[in-house]
């Protein structure tokens, strides 16, 4: 336990640093207030450098996300990049339109520059998966995204990509980390004014002519959709790209189409958490002539989330469900190559691809493995994330997803049916695979460490009546897939995984059951017998977590 006059020596050392006028008066306040607490949380450690970069809130000291922290990584990134032997490479830096994007990417730019590297920064906040195209149609060596996705309004992040435009996986991301941790002081990071380029509209119209090859020519256009872009920065990309699709121009969700980076009506700009689409509902309930379709992205526009009518009410479609849906509109287009998906997401991919006769992949959690499968053709992740144009974007894309849905409701809409029919077909035909998730946000980190151990320690050995038939922990890496922090338990007709997630400080348990279904007048009887089980699943695996 350091004393508090070692603390206060700490944070002013870092207040004589501190680059940020904001950020230098809030830490000044702490000091002269002496408020140990909140100093001692700012300075427990720093922010940890991994394969997802860096993520945290926006604030003063080495424990939150703030311009000291960023000029570090983009430090630690330039010596990564020179020690690699790309010494005069091009280094690709997007931003959205958070609190303090923009002065994390030209920070960024600056120190690239300093250290010898070239750097061009977009023109203006664009969807991330702007950014990982421009990697690669630039030959650049690495990019730096400033996003925090659908996290909380006070967050913000830096993600890093390398030149293959996928996201950094091991070892990287501890050699970045290294390199981080050996910059001694800002001092001395060189960081000009200037001698950075800012890109033109030329990148951006290069990213929008690759949308236009997720379609098929001949497809039909017909299908009408609303659409919410969260508060983010998705907006203008989609309808630019609608528009050169020759879509019906999509109705905006108007409270929340514009950039805000306070996201003032929801509550977490995640189109999966409670809320977040009623204003997409009530727009949708009040258009004419009805909408076919509800598409919304998250604020950087790297996922997309999709609801349909079903019945009266509008539905939110899950991950998967989005995931299977796409999946056999590729394969009924005659798509070749690679299916990919990571292990928390629905084994009805599998399914889909065997009975095509394709490739398929199961990988560890996150794009930058799903994007890293050999003859990728699709990748999805059940959390909203759909790659299906690997050669354009080795990352999940909301906006080509969207597209490619848009083009799926269309087809079925001239041929009188909808993506539940669709969703109905594959339940026939595979058997039914219902998805859900157990997700606990904690305040307390040490809470899901205590989870994993219990879990670690006395396995269940039966999860709603079902028989665990195995049990694995991860850590140690199977046949296919290197170790990560995760469990899986596989049972009579159900799976189950368990891990921490990567991002925000949340356990996450990812669900599934088959349920047989033999004809048509068993669906119902089927999704009950699904529901069920999940809810036990749920129930069992709660108590045995001690969650």
């Not at 508090?4 to 230098?24: F, G, H, V």
């Not at 004014?193 to 890109?199: H, N, R, S, Y």
């Not at 258009?287 to 526009?301: G, K, R, S």
């Amino acid at each position: 336990m350091q004393d508090n006059s070692e603390l206060i020596a700490r944070a002013q050392a870092w207040l004589a640093e501190d680059p940020d006028p904001e950020t230098r008066e809030e830490l000044a306040k702490l000091i002269d207030a002496e408020d140990t607490a909140e100093l001692t949380a700012r300075f427990a450690g720093t922010l940890q450098f991994g394969t997802a970069g860096l993520r945290g809130e926006l604030g003063a000291g080495p424990m939150r996300m703030n311009r000291s922290v960023v000029i570090r990584a983009a430090a630690g990134l330039a010596a990564y990049l020179k020690a690699k032997g790309r010494t005069d490479g091009l280094v690709v830096i997007g931003y959205d339109a958070r609190h303090k994007s923009a002065d994390f990417a030209r920070d960024t730019a600056a120190v690239m520059t300093g250290a010898g590297l070239r750097a061009a920064v977009l023109p203006r906040p664009l969807p991330t998966p702007v950014l990982a195209f421009a990697i690669r149609h630039l030959g650049a060596v690495a990019g730096v995204e400033v996003t925090a996705s659908h996290n909380p309004p006070r967050d913000n992040g830096y993600k890093v990509y390398l030149g293959d435009g996928s996201q950094i996986v091991p070892p990287a991301d501890a050699e970045i980390a290294a390199e981080i941790a050996a910059v001694a002081s800002l001092h001395d990071v060189p960081r000009p004014e200037a001698g950075w380029e800012t890109l033109d509209e030329a990148v951006l119209g290069a990213y929008l002519a690759r949308t236009d090859a997720v379609l098929a020519p001949e497809s039909p256009r017909t299908a009408r959709v609303v659409y919410t872009a969260m508060h983010g920065v998705g907006k203008d990309t989609l309808l630019a790209a609608f528009d050169r699709a020759g879509f019906p121009a999509p109705t905006l969700v108007a409270e929340q189409a514009e950039p805000d980076p306070d996201f003032p009506t929801v509550a977490f700009p995640n189109p999966e958490e409670p809320g977040a689409m009623d204003l997409a509902f009530a727009t949708a309930a009040r258009t004419t002539p009805a909408p076919d379709l509800i598409i919304a992205n998250d604020p950087d526009a790297d996922r997309c989330a999709a609801a349909v009518k079903d019945g009266a009410d509008w539905r939110m479609l899950r991950g998967d469900e989005v995931g299977a849906l796409l999946a056999a509109h590729l394969v009924r287009r005659g798509a070749r190559g690679t299916f990919a998906e990571s292990i928390v997401s629905s084994s009805l991919l599998g399914r889909i691809a065997e009975k095509a006769g394709l490739p398929y992949e199961e990988t560890l959690t996150g794009f930058k493995w799903i994007a890293r499968v050999d003859g990728l053709r699709y990748g999805y992740e059940e959390a909203l994330g759909y790659c299906v144009d690997p050669e354009g974007v080795r990352d999940k894309d909301g906006i080509t997803a969207a597209l490619l849905l848009t083009e799926l409701a269309s087809e079925l809409k001239e041929r009188g049916r909808t993506f539940l029919d669709l969703l109905d077909d594959l339940a026939l035909e595979h058997g039914l695979h219902a998805t859900d998730q157990l997700s606990v946000r904690v305040e307390d980190l040490s809470l899901i460490a205590d989870a994993m151990r219990r879990l670690r320690e006395q396995p269940p050995t039966e999860l709603a009546g079902l028989p665990v038939t195995k049990a694995e922990d991860l850590t140690r890496g199977t046949d296919t897939l290197p170790p990560t922090d995760g469990l899986r338990y596989t049972l009579d007709g159900a799976r189950v995984i368990v891990r921490p997630s990567g991002t925000e400080p949340k356990l996450k348990c990812y669900l599934e059951v088959v349920v047989p279904v033999a004809g048509q007048a068993d669906l119902p009887a089927a999704r009950a017998r699904a529901t069920d089980l999940l809810a036990a699943i749920k129930r069992d695996l709660s108590a045995a977590a001690g969650i």
